[in-house]
Nanobody, 123 residues
Framework: QVQLVESGGGLVPAGGSLRLSCVAS????????MGWFRQAPGKEREFVAH????????HYADSVKGRFTISRDNAKNTVYLLMNSLKPEDTAVYYC????????????????WGRGTQVTVSS
């Protein structure tokens, strides 16, 4: 009933920036918190950032803290991930996820997932 669609990925040189978007749609939308995760080839999916329902509380993985910024616009049912100072190690498929409970770093506790958008950072 709830669908999430990511966009904004692409190929960028090291040190560059990208802004990812995640739009939620459906007849009803009751997600209270959103998160971003990423998965590189041959690796496990890892937590990147999450944000609460009102957008005034955020949390980041240490690997991206100070470089990435998560935000949301509830009027547009959209969550963003601004990625600055990108590194080759950031190369991965990025997924947005929603939970009807509280924000968490654990992927297993999210209820809705997008299909992902590819981010490739060249060295």
């Amino acid at each position: 009933q709830v669908q999430l669609v990511e966009s904004g990925g692409g190929l960028v040189p090291a040190g560059g920036s990208l802004r990812l978007s995640c739009v939620a749609s459906g007849r009803t939308f009751v997600t209270y918190a959103m998160g971003w995760f990423r998965q590189a080839p041959g690796k496990e999916r890892e937590f990147v950032a999450h944000i609460n329902w009102s957008g005034d509380s955020t949390h980041y993985a240490d690997s991206v803290k100070g470089r990435f910024t998560i935000s949301r616009d509830n009027a547009k049912n959209t969550v963003y991930l601004l990625m600055n100072s990108l590194k080759p190690e950031d190369t991965a498929v990025y997924y947005c996820a929603g939970t009807i409970t509280i924000a968490t770093i654990f992927a297993s506790e999210y209820d809705y997932w997008g299909r992902g958008t590819q981010v490739t950072v060249s060295s």
